[in-house]
């Protein structure tokens, strides 16, 4: 079998879409059709069904993608190490993704670290949420995947290998005017009567689970698409927000960050595929274990 149509089919899996696959892969919409079709007939089966909204595999077509991703990995890994066996190759690039807050400072001051021990190398950064770069790790898209187990949590899968980073104490920031701002820690009692702001179910979660500890409830009144839109909202004295404690060192000069009482943590993990590794990936965890025992 050729293994274009493979790759249609998974691109059709992932977007729901003909006419989305078509458009990414730069084929018409009949011509992935004609893909499908054709994959189906070799396999004996029909692998994805029209909706309402779209396409979907079957249960014939999503135990067919499972494997189909996997030859496809396979396929991939056999072109790029041909490709480093030949004379002056390029080494393996070294893919790397991670949330938003560990993307903004502890992940590039980590692979600043790895370049300047082990050599040119190189790499990328995607900053996406927990579930998008676990899925990414599985589909062999990324080498390396630095998330955390905020809600929803961080499932176990038996392809990955999970290490403990270390454990990252949420704060709050508030405007620099804010009537708390002279203090350095708060408890989140005094805090209840306050308008928050979130970019993200997992924060929102802690934030909830953390004021119904003590007792109380955090009024979550605005929303933001992002880390950046969240403290531009603080920034301009619209509402105060729970953040990582990572990311402080990257924070706009004009919030103050307050610590609370009992903090609500999250783990921060690194994901590896457990087949074929990136030769830097154990070094690059290294580097990223060391940020979270290094004074900050």
Request: net charge neutral; hydrophobic share 45%; with cysteine.
């Amino acid at each position: 079998m050729a293994l274009t149509p493979w790759r249609t089919f998974l691109t059709v899996c992932r977007l729901g879409s003909l006419s989305a696959a078509a458009a990414e892969l730069g084929y018409t919409q009949s011509g992935v059709s004609r893909q499908i079709a054709g994959l189906e007939h070799e396999v004996g089966v029909t692998l994805v069904e029209r909706h309402v909204r779209g396409v979907r595999p079957t249960p014939a077509g999503e135990v067919f993608r499972h494997h189909a991703q996997a030859v496809l990995n396979e396929a991939d890994r056999a072109i790029r190490a041909a490709r480093e066996a030949g004379d002056g190759a390029p080494g393996r690039p070294l893919r790397v993704g991670a949330t938003p807050s560990l993307a903004a400072g502890i992940v590039p001051a980590a692979i600043r670290r790895l370049l300047d021990g082990a050599g040119p190398l190189t790499w990328s950064l995607l900053p996406a949420l927990t579930p998008q770069l676990h899925d990414r790790v599985i589909a062999g898209e990324l080498d390396v995947a630095v998330v955390t187990d905020a809600p929803p949590g961080l499932p176990d899968d038996a392809r990955l290998d999970r290490r403990l980073l270390g454990i990252d104490e949420m704060v709050v920031v508030v405007p620099p005017d804010h009537r708390l701002a002279a203090r350095d820690r708060v408890d989140i009692r005094e805090l209840a009567d306050q308008t928050w702001a979130e970019d993200n179910d997992g924060s929102a979660e802690l934030l909830r689970r953390h004021a119904a500890r003590a007792g109380v409830s955090a009024r979550i009144d605005l929303n933001a698409a992002s880390l950046l839109g969240k403290t531009a909202l603080v920034a301009t004295g619209h509402a105060i927000a729970l953040i990582p404690g990572v990311l402080v060192s990257a924070l706009r000069p004009d919030v103050k960050v307050l610590a609370l009482t009992d903090p609500p943590t999250r783990g921060i993990y690194a994901l590896t595929p457990r087949r074929d590794p990136h030769p830097s990936a154990a070094l690059l965890l290294d580097q990223l274990a060391a940020a979270f025992t290094a004074p900050l």
